[in-house]
């Protein structure tokens, strides 16, 4: 007798085996019995995201306290382990007042090293009239170098009866100590100490014009006079003061025109040059009688 398919007799008389039981992942069992604190925990963290955003929107619009709590507190933990000021080193410093130095930089010896910042310390020193530019570096061993261009003094300018020291570019750099500088020239008139630089440029190609030049004096902020020591006013073209003072140079070299008592030059013709003299003495009428008298 033929035996059935195997196929057959398993599918009519043997039973499915149940399903074996997996036993859970230790993952699974750790979330399991933890569901109960996970929607505190995701509350609590997305109310620190938000206290977050919200401090560093507040930041933002507050740039000068921006973290300031946070680098004061920073500055007092490196202050405890030893992070402050050694020593402050200033290089560069000619005329520039040492007290004013001092306050801009706004730090001494013993301060907390990271509260210091070298940026605003710069941007106040560059703010003192004398100082150009200034360099400002901190050191973790505790030391603040701070390098210092500063402007030099090039003139005095006098506008009506106000005197001050200004540089090449006409900035203000003093108005008490006039005379600590030795001698410098003498701009006069409104916008002279904004001008006067490239006409003292060209005086400087002739020095025996420049040495009889006590002051420039810009007129109606358009043209310069030059006033030379004996008191002639020499009248300088507008725009053409470069050939004005190469011919004076020549004259001078020639005829020692600038050392004639006369009232003024005036050279802003360009085709000739006018001469005022002093106006003579008249005699006394005692001798006009006289003459008439003997005649």
């Known amino acids: 007798m033929r035996a059935p398919p195997r196929s057959r007799l398993a599918s009519e008389g043997a039973r499915p085996r149940p399903p074996v039981p997996q036993r859970p992942s230790s993952l699974r069992l750790w979330l399991r019995r933890r569901r109960p604190l996970l929607r505190p925990a995701l509350i609590g963290l997305g109310t620190l995201a938000a206290a977050g955003a919200c401090g560093v929107a507040f930041a933002a619009l507050e740039p000068a306290g921006r973290f300031s709590w946070l680098n004061e507190g920073v500055a007092e933990i490196g202050a405890q382990a030893g992070l ?3 020593k402050i080193v ?30 605003a310390a710069r941007q106040r020193l560059e703010s003192i009239a004398w100082i150009e530019r200034a360099e400002v570096q901190r050191n973790l061993s505790g030391d603040i170098t701070v390098e210092l261009h500063e402007r030099r003094p090039f003139a005095i300018w006098q506008r009506n009866n106000d005197f001050a020291v200004v540089d ?34 060209e005086l400087k190609q002739a020095p025996d014009v420049r040495a009889r030049v006590q002051a420039l004096i810009y007129v109606s902020q358009r043209r310069w006079n030059l006033r030379l020591h004996n008191g002639t006013d020499i009248l300088l073209p507008e725009g053409h003061e470069a050939a004005a003072i ?22 802003r013709l360009p085709d000739r040059l006018v001469v005022r003299q002093h106006p003579r003495p008249e005699q006394p009428a005692s001798n006009q009688s006289r003459g008439r008298g003997r005649g």
């Open 84 to 86: 402050v000021v050694q």
């Open 90 to 119: 200033v290089r560069g410093q000619q005329n520039t007042p040492k007290e004013l130095i001092s306050a801009a930089i706004g730090v001494r010896n013993g301060d907390p090293l990271l509260a210091f910042s070298p940026e």
């Open 168 to 201: 090449r570019d006409g900035r203000v750099v003093s108005a008490d100590t006039l005379d600590a500088f030795g001698p410098l020239p003498l701009l006069v008139g409104e916008g002279a100490h904004k001008h006067g630089a490239a006409v003292f440029d």
């Open 246 to 267: 190469t011919r004076l140079a020549e004259l001078q070299k020639s005829q020692a025109l600038l050392d004639r008592p006369v009232v003024s030059i005036d050279m």
